[in-house]
């Protein structure tokens, strides 16, 4: 029988819950390892199949007799599916185990790209596209809670920063390997080769990915209060005018490199691959600096994003300072993604299976809303000054990261105020760690007196 203290919302005021269940330790550091490589492979294997249609665009238009406008729309469908059906299929999941919900979405994930291998008309291809954007959205949703519940609460940074390390590594390895694969066997053979790369995440996860208990309680309708809670959306919302700022510019980089810094065509892969490898290697920093401090890992890597940018736009013309800007781009700019992801857990509470899912639904609206607002600067005042642009809307990040440094997560989860699923007791008194450290969520307590109750309701509507 364990006695656990439960947080009201004054400092002073403290109720103790005592519960028949003890907190489930992590697994071994060794099959914890495991585990997050194999989430990792499945990243990887998600994010290069996100992206590579981009090299074969032109071989799937001439395939299929389309424009390759036309073809674009593949990529417009996969981040709709991430944003939009990411999360409604994680509500629909959310009382499923996690471990066999990561193994059915690589199966469906799987199925989804072999539809698109075979598909020999446009609207298939399309919603094979879709299909697999929204298995993208679930499995990392679900993969960054299950990595979060895998290690001790002060590695939890660097849990979640190994899937998104994942997808860093596929923009640097996988996507450019796919396009050499298709470019030179056929846009069928880099789906073929997800496929294959996905058999093996697959048995990865089936291997090494142990049982792990839901991070939320309560029904679908506690999950989405906590999940959509004012606090958890201002980080969200500051996650948007960082990816968004940041594609802005991203989205256009080629011909800013080509027409201002001069670059040849060949050559541009060169400047590309150093933001490449400084994202991947910023996604793994990050995520250890998150476990120091989530917050003032986002305040200080917002504001050495707006340096880089401000470089970027003053030196475009000097391929060294672009070098620069871009390393120091990539380091920053991907950098914060853990601690983004890690906030939006912690100030989810109970609801935090929804909410991660929500953070990929908020970095593809970045992208979404970069990518317009780069094209209106690149037709009002011409490629020389999308950065400006980028740093006007990556500035206006670094105040909201300051501002949601002082929201707290919920005291209690939700299973202490609605009735709980049988299913979630053996889990009722997982403690949860804030993003600046750890915070205990109270086990379910059996029938709660109007002490405890009232004290929920007050930290329900706290912060």
Not at 137 to 151: E, Y
Not at 252 to 278: K, Q
Not at 358 to 376: C, P, Y
Request: proline share 7%; charged share 10%; with cysteine.
């Amino acid at each position: 029988m364990t006695e656990i203290p439960a947080r009201t919302h004054t400092e002073s005021e403290t109720t103790t819950v005592t519960t028949d269940v003890d907190p489930p330790a992590p697994p071994p550091a060794r099959k914890s390892r495991a585990a997050l490589a194999a989430l990792a492979l499945g990243a990887f294997v998600i994010g290069t199949a996100e992206l590579i249609v981009v090299g074969v665009l032109h071989l799937i238009a001439d395939d299929l007799d389309i424009t390759v406008g036309s073809a674009g729309l593949l990529v417009t469908a996969y981040a709709l599916g991430i944003a939009l059906g990411g999360p409604v299929v994680t509500a629909l999941t959310i009382r499923v185990e996690r471990r066999p919900l990561l193994v059915l979405t690589l199966l469906v994930f799987l199925g989804g790209n072999l539809l698109a291998l075979l598909a020999t008309v446009f609207g298939l291809l399309l919603a094979a596209r879709a299909l697999t954007g929204t298995l993208h959205g679930l499995f990392i949703g679900v993969a960054t809670a299950v990595a979060a519940g895998l290690v001790p609460a002060a590695r939890r940074g660097q849990a979640v920063s190994m899937v998104f390390g994942g997808i860093a590594v596929s923009t640097v390895l996988g996507v450019p390997l796919g396009t050499l694969v298709g470019q030179t066997l056929g846009w069928r053979a880099a789906f073929a080769g997800i496929i294959a790369l996905s058999v093996l995440a697959l048995v990865a996860v089936m291997r090494y990915v142990p049982a792990a208990p839901r991070s939320g309680g309560g029904g679908l309708g506690a999950q989405v209060r906590f999940a959509f809670a004012p606090r958890v959306l201002a980080v969200l919302g500051t996650g948007i005018l960082l990816m968004g700022g940041q594609f802005t510019a991203f989205t256009y980089l080629a011909p800013f490199l080509e027409d201002v810094t001069g670059i040849p065509g060949a050559a541009v892969s060169v400047f590309l691959l150093i933001f490449g490898v400084a994202s991947a290697a910023g996604t793994f920093i990050g995520g250890r600096l998150a476990d120091h401090s989530a917050s003032v890992t986002l305040i200080v890597g917002s504001t050495v994003l707006v340096l880089a940018l401000v470089l970027l736009h003053l030196g475009g013309s000097r391929p060294v300072m672009v070098a620069l800007a871009l390393a120091m781009w990539g380091l920053v700019g991907f950098g914060v993604v853990p601690s983004l992801q890690l906030r939006v857990i912690t100030l989810a509470g109970p609801g935090g299976d929804l909410a991660a899912t929500l953070g990929a639904s908020a970095v593809n609206a970045g992208i979404a809303a970069g990518s317009a607002v780069g094209g209106w600067a690149l037709a009002a005042y011409g490629v020389d000054e999308v950065p400006l642009a980028a740093l006007v809307v990556c500035a206006l990040a670094v105040p909201a990261t300051v501002a949601i440094r002082q929201l707290r997560p919920p005291a209690y989860p939700e299973r202490s105020l609605a009735q709980p699923d049988p299913r979630d007791v053996r889990d009722a008194s997982a403690v949860k760690a804030s993003a600046d450290g750890p915070v205990e969520a109270e086990p379910e307590p059996a029938p709660a007196s109007p002490a405890v109750n009232s004290t929920s309701e007050a930290a329900e509507t706290g912060p």
